[in-house]
């Protein structure tokens, strides 16, 4: 399954030091237990469409074995940290979650 991870920085985070903080954060995100691959990025200077947002600071993408992968990682103690040490510094955040079709 994927996990995407969609976060808005506050405007007073949006600067190079915590946004270097943040992406370490990230880093770390990745290394935990579950998942088959994964990256963050930013927006993409992609054609600008009506039907494309780029209004989000940060994407995180993740691939987990499984439904119960995923779940286990909600409530590592590593993620709980990640939240615990950002979530004041997010003014948004969307989750949105994919299982393989057919």
Same mark, same amino acid.
């Given at each position: 399954?994927?996990?995407?991870?969609?976060?808005?920085?506050?405007?007073?985070?949006?600067?190079?030091?915590?946004?270097?903080?943040?992406?370490?954060?990230?880093?770390?995100?990745?290394?935990?237990?579950?998942?088959?691959?994964?990256?963050?990025?930013?927006?993409? @200077?992609?054609?600008?469409? @009506?039907?494309?947002?780029?209004?989000?600071?940060?994407?995180?993408?993740?691939?987990?074995?499984?439904?119960?992968?995923?779940?286990?990682?909600?409530?590592? @103690?590593?993620?709980?940290?990640?939240?615990?040490?950002?979530?004041?510094?997010? $003014?948004?955040?969307?989750?949105?979650?994919?299982?393989?079709? $057919?």
């Amino acid at each position: 399954m994927e996990h995407h991870v969609y976060f808005w920085l506050t405007e007073d985070r949006r600067n190079e030091a915590d946004r270097k903080e943040f992406e370490q954060g990230l880093e770390k995100l990745l290394t935990l237990p579950g998942l088959t691959g994964g990256f963050w990025g930013t927006p993409a @200077p992609v054609m600008q469409r @009506p039907v494309v947002d780029q209004s989000w600071d940060y994407g995180l993408s993740m691939t987990f074995e499984s439904i119960e992968a995923q779940d286990a990682y909600q409530v590592d @103690p590593d993620h709980q940290v990640f939240i615990d040490s950002f979530k004041e510094w997010w $003014a948004k955040v969307e989750v949105k979650d994919l299982k393989k079709g $057919a």
